[in-house]
């Protein structure tokens, strides 16, 4: 008999990343494939959507050439989540780019509607705040940017789907226009409540209820394939979850209290909060964890818009390194950065400030500056966000943070491990295998598959720890430093 396997589709921003994990969630299989980024003008991010699909068959068919024996019993999708995609339903062409995440073009409506009195409103339905990180401002301006788009919508011919949905729709022939409630829950459009669209809000937003997928739990049979090359049809996708929620899943953090930080291109920390949503009083962001047979678990969560992003741009727009993994050796060849402080707010600041105008700076500068300074300072600056973020979570979810699971390719760094575990005066716990956010789409599907009925079961993670090493004193100097640059900033 062959062994089952669970296909676990990761599509991020830059890249998408394919495993084939066995029933115990070991890697049997791996395939990587970047996406070129697009940015036509200052503010502004795009992908192709058919360079997304074609970078999840690439990466599948190298995961499949590694373990060409097994089956695969069931798919998990993680995605980048706040991008917006639209597609016509009869070919299932892209009518237009994707407006990735990180695309600032809608600060300005954002402000009217904020100026407008809608913010309170929006805050207690969905849980998020006026930012245009989120879809619903995207999905209107590309409804009236592209000619003839919104006739076409309101006719039934178009669909949306944050990356998820539009992966889904490719996977399943066209079959399944469905979205998860984590994913959905990222729109400005879901009703927390009732976990399903509001309509109070489509209209405020002015986005026809006529382009939605369906709303689904986060495991559980919700669509099957069709018509992809190297899969059987009726292969069934089986859990759905954004990239944060999968990574809090694949990181065990099922309990109330239990928190995770994945280092991307932006740092994401989430805080399980249980089975009812908070409302932050800090300008955090409530949100779905996921929702199973088991039930439905709400987070907090904090973003910060550039993190390892940072370490992009000292290597390509200064370069100062020539490859990310040199930051580590550059920083630790100083003790300490010598006063300066980098606010890396190149494209705005997230939470808990939440200001899109924004810019990043570099303080604290002096004749005896070195590049391994500035370096140090791009990592501390990396930590110093989290912990911004984690003591508003802390006071919103009324709970400490006594630990922090931590995942993404940054967190690969020691040095900068170290700093935010003494930083945030908390253990930093680091899994040996970093992969959280495909590992949770896989856990996500075998759960759906009832491969196992508790996912506490799965297979435990080595982990290593990094606990804090410098007094408060001293911590508080550092704080007080940033606090200061962010003023600047």
């Given at each position: 008999?062959?062994?089952?396997?669970?296909?676990?589709?990761?599509?991020?921003?830059?890249?998408?990343?394919?495993?084939?994990?066995?029933?115990?969630?070991h890697?049997?299989?791996?395939?990587?494939?970047?996406?070129?980024?697009?940015?036509?003008?200052?503010?502004?991010?795009?992908?192709?959507?058919e360079?997304?699909w074609?970078?999840?068959?690439?990466?599948?068919?190298?995961?499949?050439?590694?373990a060409?024996?097994?089956?695969?019993?069931?798919?998990g999708?993680?995605?980048?989540?706040?991008?917006?995609?639209?597609w016509e339903?009869?070919?299932?062409?892209?009518v237009?780019?994707?407006?990735?995440?990180?695309?600032?073009?809608?600060?300005?409506r954002?402000?009217?509607?904020?100026?407008?009195?809608?913010?309170?409103?929006?805050?207690?339905?969905?849980?998020?705040?006026?930012?245009?990180?989120?879809?619903?401002?995207k999905?209107?301006?590309?409804?009236?940017?592209?000619?003839?788009?919104r006739?076409?919508?309101?006719?039934g011919?178009?669909?949306?789907?944050?990356?998820?949905?539009?992966?889904?729709?490719?996977?399943?022939?066209?079959?399944?226009?469905?979205?998860?409630?984590?994913?959905?829950?990222?729109?400005?459009?879901?009703?927390?409540?009732?976990?399903?669209?509001?309509?109070?809000?489509?209209?405020?937003?002015?986005?026809?209820?006529?382009?939605?997928?369906?709303?689904?739990a986060?495991?559980?049979l919700?669509?099957?394939?069709?018509?992809?090359?190297?899969?059987?049809?009726?292969?069934?996708i089986?859990?759905?979850?954004g990239?944060q929620?999968?990574?809090?899943?694949?990181?065990?953090?099922?309990a109330?209290?239990?928190?995770?930080c994945?280092?991307?291109?932006?740092?994401?920390?989430?805080?399980?909060?249980?089975?009812?949503?908070?409302?932050?009083?800090?300008?955090?962001?409530?949100?779905?964890?996921?929702?199973?047979a088991?039930?439905t678990?709400?987070?907090?969560?904090?973003?910060?818009?550039v993190?390892?992003?940072?370490?992009?741009?000292?290597?390509?727009?200064?370069?100062?390194?020539?490859?990310?993994?040199?930051?580590?050796?550059?920083?630790?060849?100083?003790?300490?950065?010598?006063?300066?402080?980098?606010?890396?707010?190149?494209?705005?600041?997230?939470?808990?400030?939440?200001?899109p105008?924004?810019?990043?700076?570099?303080?604290?500068?002096?004749?005896?500056?070195?590049a391994?300074?500035?370096?140090?300072?791009?990592?501390?600056?990396?930590?110093?966000?989290?912990?911004?973020?984690?003591?508003?979570?802390?006071?919103?979810?009324?709970?400490?943070?006594?630990?922090?699971?931590?995942?993404?390719?940054a967190?690969?760094?020691?040095?900068?491990?170290?700093?935010?575990?003494?930083?945030?005066?908390?253990?930093?716990?680091?899994?040996?295998?970093?992969?959280?956010?495909?590992?949770?789409?896989?856990?996500?599907?075998?759960?759906?598959?009832?491969?196992?009925?508790?996912?506490?079961?799965?297979?435990?993670l080595?982990?290593?720890?990094?606990?804090?090493?410098?007094?408060?004193?001293?911590?508080?100097?550092?704080l007080n430093?940033?606090?200061?640059?962010?003023?600047?900033?």
């Amino acid at each position: 008999m062959t062994e089952q396997l669970i296909l676990a589709i990761d599509q991020g921003t830059t890249g998408t990343t394919v495993l084939l994990l066995d029933p115990t969630m070991h890697i049997q299989g791996k395939g990587t494939c970047e996406i070129p980024q697009s940015y036509p003008a200052p503010g502004l991010v795009e992908h192709d959507p058919e360079a997304i699909w074609h970078s999840v068959l690439t990466a599948f068919a190298k995961a499949r050439a590694q373990a060409p024996a097994g089956t695969i019993a069931g798919i998990g999708v993680t995605n980048q989540r706040e991008t917006v995609v639209m597609w016509e339903r009869a070919t299932g062409r892209a009518v237009a780019p994707a407006i990735v995440w990180q695309d600032r073009r809608t600060a300005g409506r954002c402000e009217a509607l904020r100026e407008a009195g809608h913010e309170p409103l929006i805050q207690r339905t969905t849980g998020l705040l006026l930012d245009p990180y989120f879809s619903g401002t995207k999905i209107a301006w590309m409804l009236e940017d592209t000619p003839g788009l919104r006739q076409r919508a309101l006719a039934g011919d178009i669909a949306f789907g944050t990356v998820d949905s539009f992966l889904v729709w490719r996977l399943s022939g066209g079959k399944s226009h469905v979205t998860d409630v984590t994913n959905a829950s990222r729109t400005l459009l879901l009703d927390l409540a009732s976990l399903d669209w509001s309509l109070e809000l489509c209209r405020l937003f002015d986005v026809p209820m006529t382009l939605l997928p369906r709303v689904c739990a986060s495991s559980g049979l919700l669509a099957v394939t069709s018509g992809v090359a190297g899969l059987p049809d009726g292969t069934p996708i089986t859990g759905i979850a954004g990239d944060q929620q999968a990574a809090l899943f694949g990181q065990g953090c099922f309990a109330r209290g239990e928190a995770k930080c994945t280092f991307g291109t932006g740092s994401f920390l989430l805080m399980n909060v249980g089975e009812k949503p908070v409302l932050s009083q800090h300008r955090l962001l409530g949100t779905v964890a996921w929702q199973t047979a088991r039930g439905t678990s709400f987070a907090l969560e904090g973003s910060a818009f550039v993190s390892g992003a940072l370490v992009q741009w000292l290597r390509d727009g200064l370069g100062i390194i020539k490859n990310a993994a040199d930051i580590e050796a550059l920083a630790a060849s100083v003790p300490d950065t010598g006063g300066v402080t980098i606010v890396p707010a190149l494209a705005g600041l997230g939470a808990p400030h939440w200001r899109p105008e924004a810019r990043g700076i570099i303080c604290g500068i002096s004749r005896g500056t070195t590049a391994a300074h500035i370096a140090r300072a791009a990592l501390e600056a990396m930590a110093l966000q989290n912990v911004d973020l984690a003591l508003a979570m802390q006071l919103d979810a009324e709970h400490p943070i006594t630990s922090l699971r931590v995942d993404g390719g940054a967190s690969a760094n020691n040095l900068l491990m170290q700093m935010q575990a003494d930083l945030l005066g908390a253990d930093i716990v680091r899994p040996a295998m970093v992969e959280s956010t495909a590992l949770g789409a896989g856990r996500l599907a075998a759960l759906g598959l009832g491969l196992y009925s508790d996912p506490g079961k799965a297979s435990d993670l080595n982990v290593s720890t990094f606990q804090p090493r410098i007094d408060a004193a001293e911590r508080e100097r550092i704080l007080n430093r940033w606090r200061e640059a962010l003023t600047k900033s």
